[in-house]
Nanobody, 120 residues
Framework: QVQLVESGGGLVQTGGSLRLSCAASGRSISSYAIGWFRQAPGKEREFVGVIGRSGSRTYADSVKGRFTISRDNAQNTVYLQMNSLEPEDTAVYYC??????????????WGQGTQVTVSS
């Protein structure tokens, strides 16, 4: 199995940028699709984006054009570059590892999350 640790969260002003990291251990991150999710206080967890094993990417409409997922298999890390941040992006961000099964991505392993706060 794989263990995931997110880092890079923090406090940023509206319009600012952050880069989150999802570092894997125990197994190569190249074996998995890596998804990013977020959960704001009082809200359900929502999908942010995913990078497949082939490098294909899909994003939620709310972040398309502002967020970019990339992977560095040599570093066993996946990144979430977040630009033009808005207060609505405030949430705990999680990465998850999984694969494409039965017509959708399914996730087996989750990190502990990192807090992102965007001030207005």
């Amino acid at each position: 199995q794989v263990q995931l640790v997110e880092s890079g969260g923090g406090l940023v002003q509206t319009g600012g940028s952050l880069r989150l990291s999802c570092a894997a251990s125990g197994r190569s991150i190249s074996s998995y699709a890596i998804g990013w999710f977020r959960q704001a206080p009082g809200k359900e967890r929502e999908f942010v984006g995913v990078i497949g094993r082939s490098g294909s990417r899909t994003y939620a409409d709310s972040v398309k054009g502002r967020f970019t997922i990339s992977r560095d298999n040599a570093q066993n890390t996946v990144y979430l570059q977040m630009n033009s941040l808005e207060p609505e992006d405030t949430a705990v961000y999680y990465c998850a590892a999984g694969g494409w099964r039965t017509g959708r991505y399914e996730y087996d392993y989750w990190g502990q999350g990192t807090q992102v706060t965007v001030s207005s």
